[in-house]
Each structure stands twice: as C-alpha cells, then as structure tokens.
C-alpha cells in the first residue's frame, strides 16, 4: 500500500539530546512537509521541501533541521536549540502545488 | 491575529443532525480552501478541498467558500457517532504550504 511511514510512533528524549524523526514515502511525491502540533494550536509548519537536496523554512523552524538527500525520505532533525519539543509531529507529501496533503501517522515527541 | 481562525467548540450534536463548522481568515492571497478530519492521535485526512467561491458537495458533506467575507464552512448532514472528530479548516496561497486552524472538536451522541 502507497503510503507515508513516520517512525517511531513515541519518543522519549532527554534535554539537551538531539533527536531525529523519520518519515519515508512510497506515493512518488515531490514535496515534502513537517508540522507540529499541540493541544489546541493546529497544525505549525516546521519546514517543507519542494524537490530533492532543496528545502525552506516554515514558520517555526528555529530549532529544527531537515535534509532532503532522497525524493522518499524527509527526516527531521529537533536540536537542543528547541525549548519545548514535546509535541505531535506530522509529515506529509503532495505531490505538487495545489494537491492533496497525505499524512502520515505522527510521532509524539516527549522531552523527560 | 491569526491568519487562520477557527472555533474550538467542544461542539456536541445529536446523531442525525445538521453540523456547521466555520473558519474565517484575513490574507486574501489563499486560494486552494480545504478541510481535514482528525481522530484522537492519528494523522489528518481530507474530506473536501475547493478553489472557488461557492459550493461543492461530496456525499453528507458540503463545503462552502465565500471569498468577499473571507469565510469557509462545512456543512454535515445526517450526521453519524463516526463523525466525532477535530476538524481542520486549511488553506493555502503557494500551493505547498498550509495554513491551518485549531481545529473543532465534534462529538455526535447517539
């Protein structure tokens, strides 16, 4: 089945770690996204990435770092530099402008 | 303000009834309009997605723009216990990135 995986579902870091999400894609999408999501805020774009080894920051990106070296891959980064990680992760893909946002499943990120 | 507006509810229906979900926004640059349905820790999912002003229909459920008041809805008719979920109004003026709202949390009662 054609799909987004993000992995792994929970994650528990420690303060100061770095942390990196993973989010793979089998749709032959081009573009690539994360949001962040807490209680009550929506959906915040972290970063997003339009084609492969090219990616822009989204409105929360400080913190964050992502790298785009495989059309199917979009790992996020979530550095020391982020004061408050614990948050719901979402990657999605499109595959261009104007098209429909698949999402996958999330990664809810607990900082302990 | 907030580019994209949207009441959290709680809102709590009887099964069967007409549901009226609203958002608002104030950058008058989006022009891809659409709304997503959320379960409790799950990824979203799209149920309707619109260009225009006007309505479009799919099923139980209509979506409606109004582009001169900056204002969009989802309408769900006969609505069903399976229905109870956050939905996300979104939009967009790039085409690649969305804008979204908190998010409505709905809760039909059987």
């Known amino acids: 089945d054609g799909g987004i995986t993000q992995s792994p579902k929970y994650l528990f870091r420690k303060e100061g770690q770095n942390v990196t999400l993973s989010c793979e894609q089998n749709?032959?999408?081009?573009?690539m996204y994360w949001y962040r999501q807490d209680p009550g805020q929506g959906l915040r774009l972290i970063y997003y990435s339009q084609i492969v080894n090219d990616f822009q920051k989204g409105d929360i990106a400080e913190g964050y770092s992502v790298s785009r070296e495989k059309k199917e891959s979009f790992p996020l980064t979530v550095t020391s530099a982020q004061k408050n990680p614990t948050a719901f992760y979402l990657c999605?893909?499109?595959?261009?402008?104007?098209?429909?946002?698949?999402f996958g499943q999330g990664t809810r990120l607990t900082v302990v | 303000q907030k580019e994209v507006e949207q009441d959290p509810g709680p809102l709590s229906v009887p099964e069967g009834a007409i549901v009226s979900l609203n958002c608002t926004y104030s950058?008058?640059?989006?022009?891809?309009f659409m709304w997503y349905r959320q379960y409790s820790r799950k990824g979203p999912e799209l149920l309707m997605y619109t260009y225009s002003s006007g309505n479009k229909e799919d099923g139980r459920f209509t979506a409606q723009v109004d582009k001169s008041s900056k204002y969009i809805s989802l309408f769900i008719r006969d609505s069903q216990p399976s229905d109870s979920a956050t939905y996300l109004c979104a939009m967009s003026h790039s085409g690649y990135a969305l804008n979204f709202g908190k998010g409505t949390s709905l809760l039909v009662t059987p």
């Open positions: 999605a893909s499109t595959m261009g402008p104007f098209t429909e946002a698949f």
């Open positions: 950058n008058s640059a989006f022009q891809y």
């Open positions: 749709l032959n999408h081009d573009a």
